[in-house]
């Protein structure tokens, strides 16, 4: 998904991105109600504003879909929506992103090849599916989650569009029942087989907290962001991504496999149920060295979050950057999900004095990575990052200051 405009692209080029992107987000609630009322007019009935953040994981990756363990904040930057209803029926969608808009019936709600609009449509069907009598509405979504960065845009656009629903037509869900409604629209009308933790982070993302997240009972601490002097930043690749074109849904497919041979010595069923020492007890049930590499990932990073969210509480930095480093060459050497480009970033991040780990974030195959950079350091990196990488890969890195946000709500 591309949800940021070209102009604010331009100011990326110049390697000063990060004080300008914080203020065309805040200036982007203002520009998606004028859209909305150039586009729709007026109306006897109110509209409102709603909002979702998009996601950054710190460290546990691939775990999710195996009912392991997440450590994602939500971000100060995602999916604004401008809606109310308009008295037909019909659900007639925009956004200020894309020049594509379309008008829906109600009773014709059907997946629309390589749009943007399959992600609200199927947090539609999903409300559909579960007896919910839906109402026609004028939507008017704008996105701030850079371009094809694996920040969680589908899921801010999922959990905007279910959490405004929700509320406008009374319709009464809580918000892990949102949350489970609109990871079952990315499964099921998108085509995307994703965990959980997008959407989970996304609808309960809390300003300046992290969330720990047990992917299999929905079980979750929120954890101070305690990081010091040290900031979280986000390099985006800008290498396009498709994740319902990519191999995730293989490499979920592989961890099924795994967890099929590791229930020959005891029925399990997710690799996230095993610690390290069960998961070595059991390795000569796996035949398959691809199988054994992907469980040996899910298995170890898995550990690794628990070992992260334990360093962070004492303080612990240094533990916690060594850990985001183990996280990332798991992913590129076992699980095979990283690829010339994010490695390439990671590689000239950690040459940088004052970096104390850097690591993918999201699905892989393009998108981020993120990096424990200390503040006095945060301008050598970009320095040092980008014209290294820029001639390596042809393609020019952007980078952001993440800021840990509250999840999906109404604004005022």
Same mark, same amino acid.
């Given at each position: 998904?591309?949800?940021?405009?070209?102009?604010?692209?331009?100011?990326?080029?110049?390697?000063?991105?990060?004080?300008?992107?914080?203020?065309?987000?805040?200036?982007?609630?203002?520009?998606?109600t004028?859209?909305?009322?150039? #586009?729709? !007019?007026?109306?006897?009935?109110?509209?409102?504003?709603?909002?979702?953040?998009? #996601?950054?994981?710190?460290?546990?990756?691939?775990?999710?879909y195996?009912?392991?363990?997440?450590?994602?904040?939500a971000?100060?930057?995602?999916?604004?929506?401008?809606?109310?209803?308009?008295?037909?029926?019909?659900?007639?969608?925009?956004?200020?992103?894309?020049?594509?808009?379309?008008?829906?019936?109600?009773?014709?709600?059907?997946?629309?090849?390589?749009?943007?609009?399959?992600?609200?449509?199927?947090?539609?069907?999903?409300?559909?599916? #579960?007896?919910?009598?839906?109402?026609?509405?004028?939507?008017?979504?704008?996105?701030?989650?850079?371009?094809?960065?694996?920040?969680?845009?589908?899921?801010?656009?999922?959990?905007?569009?279910?959490?405004?629903?929700?509320?406008?037509?009374g319709?009464?869900?809580?918000?892990? =029942?949102?949350?489970?409604?609109?990871?079952?629209?990315?499964?099921?009308?998108?085509?995307?087989?994703?965990?959980?933790? @997008?959407?989970?982070?996304?609808?309960?993302?809390?300003?300046?907290?992290?969330?720990?997240?047990?992917?299999?009972?929905?079980?979750?601490?929120?954890?101070?962001?305690?990081?010091?002097?040290?900031k979280?930043?986000?390099?985006n690749?800008?290498?396009?991504?498709?994740?319902?074109?990519?191999?995730?849904?293989?490499?979920?497919?592989?961890?099924?496999?795994?967890?099929?041979?590791?229930?020959?010595?005891?029925?399990?069923?997710?690799?996230?149920?095993?610690?390290?020492?069960?998961?070595?007890?059991?390795?000569?049930?796996?035949?398959?060295?691809?199988?054994?590499? *992907?469980?040996?990932?899910?298995?170890?990073?898995?550990? #690794?979050?628990?070992?992260?969210?334990?360093?962070?509480?004492?303080? =612990?930095?240094?533990?916690?950057?060594?850990?985001?480093?183990?996280?990332?060459?798991?992913?590129? @050497?076992?699980?095979?999900?990283?690829?010339f480009?994010?490695?390439?970033?990671?590689?000239?991040?950690?040459?940088? @004095?004052?970096?104390?780990?850097?690591?993918?974030?999201?699905?892989?195959?393009? !998108?981020?990575?993120?990096?424990?950079?200390?503040?006095?350091?945060?301008?050598?990196?970009?320095?040092?990052?980008?014209?290294?990488?820029?001639?390596?890969?042809?393609?020019?890195?952007?980078?952001?200051?993440?800021e840990?946000?509250?999840?999906?709500? *109404?604004?005022?």
């Amino acid at each position: 998904m591309a949800w940021i405009g070209e102009d604010v692209n331009h100011i990326f080029n110049t390697f000063k991105p990060v004080k300008i992107l914080i203020i065309s987000f805040r200036m982007s609630q203002k520009s998606a109600t004028e859209a909305f009322c150039e #586009r729709y !007019g007026e109306s006897s009935n109110p509209y409102q504003i709603y909002f979702a953040p998009g #996601r950054v994981n710190l460290i546990g990756e691939h775990t999710d879909y195996n009912g392991g363990y997440v450590f994602p904040c939500a971000l100060n930057f995602g999916t604004y929506l401008v809606l109310r209803t308009n008295d037909t029926e019909e659900m007639r969608m925009a956004t200020t992103n894309f020049p594509y808009a379309k008008s829906v019936s109600l009773d014709k709600i059907k997946k629309h090849n390589g749009s943007w609009i399959n992600y609200p449509m199927g947090v539609m069907d999903q409300f559909q599916k #579960r007896g919910f009598e839906l109402k026609g509405m004028d939507l008017m979504y704008s996105g701030t989650i850079p371009n094809a960065a694996g920040l969680s845009s589908s899921a801010s656009i999922e959990m905007v569009t279910a959490v405004a629903i929700n509320e406008m037509l009374g319709l009464g869900l809580d918000m892990i =029942d949102l949350i489970k409604l609109s990871q079952r629209a990315e499964n099921e009308f998108v085509g995307v087989n994703c965990g959980i933790m @997008d959407q989970f982070a996304s609808g309960m993302g809390k300003k300046d907290h992290a969330i720990f997240i047990n992917c299999d009972t929905l079980d979750y601490k929120t954890i101070p962001m305690n990081t010091g002097d040290y900031k979280i930043l986000i390099s985006n690749t800008n290498k396009r991504r498709g994740l319902a074109d990519s191999k995730y849904n293989e490499r979920r497919a592989q961890c099924e496999h795994a967890v099929e041979f590791l229930s020959q010595a005891g029925q399990i069923s997710f690799l996230g149920e095993l610690t390290q020492e069960q998961f070595n007890s059991r390795l000569y049930t796996i035949s398959d060295d691809t199988i054994l590499r *992907r469980a040996r990932h899910v298995v170890s990073e898995n550990n #690794r979050v628990l070992l992260a969210i334990q360093a962070l509480k004492k303080n =612990d930095l240094v533990t916690f950057g060594t850990l985001m480093n183990a996280s990332h060459d798991s992913l590129r @050497d076992d699980y095979e999900v990283t690829g010339f480009e994010l490695d390439t970033l990671v590689e000239e991040a950690r040459k940088v @004095d004052g970096v104390l780990g850097s690591r993918m974030t999201g699905a892989g195959f393009g !998108g981020c990575t993120v990096s424990l950079v200390h503040n006095d350091a945060t301008d050598e990196f970009i320095k040092e990052v980008g014209p290294p990488y820029k001639a390596k890969t042809g393609l020019q890195p952007d980078f952001y200051i993440a800021e840990a946000g509250d999840g999906a709500r *109404r604004l005022e």
